[in-house]
């Protein structure tokens, strides 16, 4: 396929095509962190004393004040939640390699329990 752009003739050689696509920038909450997370719930229950109290700067409706905190503290709490997620997993995986490394000694003992367990279920069905 070839175009025609101005005095030049560009193919399809000639476009690089990959397949990474750029989404631009993420939303702005996407970087805090375990400790951003905590100071946007900080800040929204401060935000819903401040509609409490009616300080200067509250809204006419009481309710949209409490919405925007509410929404504030809720984005904290799912950043906050994968973050503690993320922490444990990273910590399963290190675990899971210290007991490779070990020799999978505990492994073997949790594998032997969970057969016997398995043993005693099956005769439990058998004698029903």
């Known amino acids: 396929m070839t175009t025609r752009t101005g ?3 560009v193919t399809d050689k000639d476009v690089e095509q990959n397949d990474e696509r750029d989404y631009g920038p993420g939303p702005w909450w996407e970087d805090l962190g ?17 509609v409490f109290f009616r300080l200067p700067g509250t809204p006419q409706e009481m309710a949209m004040g409490y919405y925007q905190a509410a929404k504030v503290v809720a984005i904290g709490l799912v950043i906050a939640g994968t973050a503690l997620l993320g922490r444990r997993r990273t910590g399963a995986d290190a675990t899971e390699k210290t007991d490779e490394a070990a020799g999978g000694a505990a ?3 949790a594998d032997e329990a969970a057969g016997g367990v ?11």
Do not use: N, P, Q, S
């Open 7 to 9: 005095e030049r003739t």
């Open 118 to 128: 398995a043993d005693e279920a099956a005769g439990e069905a058998e004698r029903a």
């Open 34 to 50: 375990a400790w951003g997370a905590v100071g946007l719930i900080v800040f929204g229950g401060l935000a819903a004393v401040w």
């Open 107 to 109: 492994g073997g003992v």
